[in-house]
């Protein structure tokens, strides 16, 4: 492989890992969260913990998923559940780093949604492509109506002849 090519590939992956570095490092991060937690709560005495009695279906609001619970807007990991009639009580501690990891996340996120300003003009004329000239004002240039076109817009003057309004000039 040349240097070349070495240096493209290269500098083609950072432009990537830069682009997709927040979707790798949200999920690693949430990952080793939950590794860390896994390991804390199995020999965490009770005393320790906090304890939260629900209804069944209070239970199921406020489970994230088999592990979790959000009460109050803040992630709790279930250590352990005991189930009394209608009511389950859950022994949980509190996940600080993942309500910060949250966080940190809704910030990255949060200004992109709430963006209302309209994007620069030059922006939109490019997405939209209205910088290239319509078909419509080239088709009053043909003479004949047998040209099919498969596209809206033009990207070069290729089919572009301007009819002679005048005659040439006498020398």
């Given at each position: 492989?040349?240097?070349?090519?070495?240096?493209?590939?290269?500098?083609?992956?950072?432009?990537?890992?830069n682009f997709a570095g927040l979707l790798l490092y949200f999920p690693l991060q949430l990952f080793r969260i939950h590794l860390q937690?896994?390991?804390?709560?199995?020999?965490?005495?009770?005393?320790?913990?906090?304890?939260?009695?629900?209804?069944?279906?209070?239970?199921?609001?406020?489970?994230?998923?088999?592990?979790?619970?959000?009460?109050?807007?803040?992630?709790?990991?279930?250590?352990?559940?005991?189930?009394?009639?209608?009511?389950?009580?859950?022994?949980?501690?509190?996940?600080?780093?993942?309500?910060?990891?949250?966080?940190?996340?809704?910030?990255?996120?949060?200004?992109?949604?709430?963006?209302?300003?309209?994007?620069?003009?030059?922006?939109?004329?490019?997405?939209?492509?209205?910088?290239?000239?319509?078909?419509?004002?080239?088709?009053?240039?043909?003479?004949?109506?047998?040209?099919?076109?498969?596209?809206?817009?033009?990207?070069?003057?290729?089919?572009?002849?301007?009819?002679?309004?005048?005659?040439?000039?006498?020398?």
């Amino acid at each position: 492989m040349s240097l070349r090519k070495l240096f493209s590939i290269l500098l083609i992956s950072l432009l990537l890992l830069n682009f997709a570095g927040l979707l790798l490092y949200f999920p690693l991060q949430l990952f080793r969260i939950h590794l860390q937690m896994k390991m804390a709560l199995k020999n965490l005495p009770d005393e320790k913990l906090e304890v939260f009695s629900f209804s069944r279906n209070d239970f199921n609001k406020a489970k994230v998923d088999d592990d979790e619970i959000k009460i109050n807007g803040k992630m709790f990991d279930i250590a352990r559940r005991k189930v009394q009639g209608d009511t389950i009580i859950i022994y949980a501690l509190h996940d600080k780093a993942e309500d910060n990891l949250l966080a940190f996340l809704d910030e990255i996120v949060k200004p992109a949604s709430h963006d209302r300003s309209s994007p620069p003009t030059q922006i939109v004329k490019f997405i939209t492509l209205t910088f290239l000239t319509s078909i419509q004002n080239y088709l009053n240039y043909f003479e004949s109506s047998a040209i099919e076109l498969s596209t809206a817009y033009l990207i070069s003057d290729f089919f572009y002849s301007p009819s002679i309004e005048s005659p040439p000039p006498r020398g």
